[in-house]
């Protein structure tokens, strides 16, 4: 079962926080529901072709290297490493409808009611 306690999230922070800074954006960290870590992104030097419209996008996690090129692509799929850490583990099984893994990933691109902001 996915399970992210706010400690988990304290243990992962320095590596995201260092992707963001390396890249630099801005964004909060955030734990959904228990089994959900998140990244909300709110500004930053990377213009991101692939959006919902106004600003917002929710980040297809695995589609990352389909839908984005170049510095964005890097940039998500770095983050992305960043989020699952060390510890992470995916034993999903599709086929017998079974999942277990350590946790799942989300990352926004803006949020429904405040769009990213291109910063350069």
């Given at each position: 079962m996915a399970y992210v306690s706010q400690e988990m999230k304290k243990e992962l922070a320095p590596?995201?926080?260092g992707v963001l800074k390396k890249y630099g954006m801005k964004g909060?960290?955030?734990?959904q529901n228990h089994s959900t870590?998140?990244?909300n992104l709110k500004s930053?030097?990377?213009k991101f072709e692939h959006t919902h419209g106004e600003g917002y996008t929710q980040v297809?996690?695995?589609w990352i290297e389909k839908?984005?090129?170049?510095?964005?692509?890097k940039f998500l799929s770095e983050l992305l490493a960043a989020m699952k850490g060390p510890k992470y583990f995916c034993e999903d099984?599709?086929?017998t409808d079974y999942f277990h893994r350590s946790h799942y990933t989300d990352i926004n691109i803006g949020q429904?009611?405040?769009p990213y902001e291109v910063t350069a």
């Open positions: 590596a995201i926080k909060s960290i955030a734990v870590l998140v990244v930053g030097a990377i297809n996690t695995y839908h984005y090129k170049g510095k964005a692509q099984d599709i086929q429904w009611n405040k």
